[in-house]
Every structure is written in C-alpha cells, then in structure tokens.
C-alpha cells in the first residue's frame, strides 16, 4: 500500500489549501475501511486532525472543527483536506493514512504518507 500526499505549500493566515492523497494498492490483498489526515508541528507530537470511514462517519479535531473539510472518492482511492481560514498554529507536516484488512486471515493495519508541507504566514 502506498499513499502520496499533495496540496501543500505556503499561505498567508486567513488562506485556503486543498491536500489530496491518493492511495495505490491491490484490491486482491487490501480492502481499505477508512482514510484520515494527520499533522505534525515543529517540536510537537502527530495529532489527528480528521477521518472518514466507509460508512461516511466523519471525526474531526476540535481545533480544525469548522475550518476543515474531510471527503473521500473511494473509486479513486482517494482523500482530501479543505482547509479553510487557515491560521499560523495549522502550520505543520501533514500526513494522510489508509486504514484496511489485509491478508489471510485478514489483519488490520495503517499505513501513512510521506507527508506535505503546510506552511502558514501571520
């Protein structure tokens, strides 16, 4: 399973990004459950910031709550992040994660991007 993350990049506070990540795998060996967006500040511990199951359930962090916009296109395999009224704390590494069964007997594992860039200037 891989996952590549895009959309990041630099934004005055107040901006909008739009991340998108795009998860290949074999549908053979993989059947995902859900997808989400992490993010990683300088200095502090990954925090989740939102997920959407296939069952359509949302979860959003209480500090993007309002601003963010999670969705999914399970035909494309593919998640995205709206981010709107973005402030200078959004600032952060963010990473997007698939969630899924794999193998005989199935087995549930994670896996993560390499991460994108969001910067946010006051």
């Known amino acids: 399973v891989q996952l590549q993350a895009s959309g990041g990049g630099l934004v005055p506070s107040g901006g909008s990004l739009r991340l998108s990540c795009i998860a290949s795998?074999?549908?053979?060996?993989?059947?995902?459950?859900?997808m989400g967006w992490s993010r990683q500040a300088p200095g502090k511990q990954r925090e989740s910031v939102a997920s959407?199951?296939?069952?359509?359930?949302?979860n959003y962090s209480d500090s993007v709550k309002g601003r963010f916009t999670i969705s999914r296109d399970r035909a494309k395999n593919t998640v995205y992040l709206q981010m709107n009224n973005l402030q200078p704390e959004d600032t952060a590494v963010y990473y997007c994660?698939?969630?899924?069964?794999?193998?005989?007997?199935?087995?549930?594992?994670?896996?993560w991007g390499e991460g994108t860039l969001v910067t946010v200037s006051s």
């Open positions: 994660n698939i969630e899924g069964m794999w193998g005989v007997p199935p087995l549930i594992k994670d896996y």
């Open positions: 795998f074999s549908k053979l060996e993989f059947t995902p459950l859900g």
């Open positions: 959407i199951g296939n069952d359509g359930t949302i």
